[in-house]
Nanobody
Framework: QVQLVESGGGLVQAGDSLRLSCAASGHTFKWYTMGWFRQAPGKEREFVAGITWSGGSTYFADSVKGRFTISRDNAKNTVYLQMSSLVPEDTAVYYC?????????????????????WGQGTQVTVSS
């Protein structure tokens, strides 16, 4: 089992950068594919970025490509989401999640129902 705790959220201005961290407990963290999701008020929780267990492959939603990067440090049991050029539309609660299922029908697993473990979320607010 994996417990996840996000941190690093806050209030920033449009154009700013922010780095989120997700600390995991459990010695099996390194075997999990990790994802970041976000949920804005009144909207569905959506996939933002994902990284395979080795860190060798990363995936991004079209809305954040070129602005966000994802990385992980398996020695520290931590996954990061570096967010740059933030816009008000990025305002949401950001969640990290873990899954043993990397691919879904040949594509990277972006469906929230396929993720087994979730953090409590961290709020990111981008003002214009």
């Amino acid at each position: 089992q994996v417990q996840l705790v996000e941190s690093g959220g806050g209030l920033v201005q449009a154009g700013d950068s922010l780095r989120l961290s997700c600390a995991a407990s459990g010695h099996t963290f390194k075997w999990y594919t990790m994802g970041w999701f976000r949920q804005a008020p009144g909207k569905e929780r959506e996939f933002v970025a994902g990284i395979t267990w080795s860190g060798g492959s990363t995936y991004f939603a079209d809305s954040v490509k070129g602005r966000f990067t994802i990385s992980r440090d398996n020695a520290k049991n931590t996954v990061y989401l570096q967010m740059s050029s933030l816009v008000p539309e990025d305002t949401a609660v950001y969640y990290c999640a873990a899954t043993r299922t990397t691919y879904d029908g040949g594509d990277f697993n972006t469906r929230r129902n396929n993720y087994d473990y979730w953090g409590q979320g961290t709020q990111v607010t981008v003002s214009s």
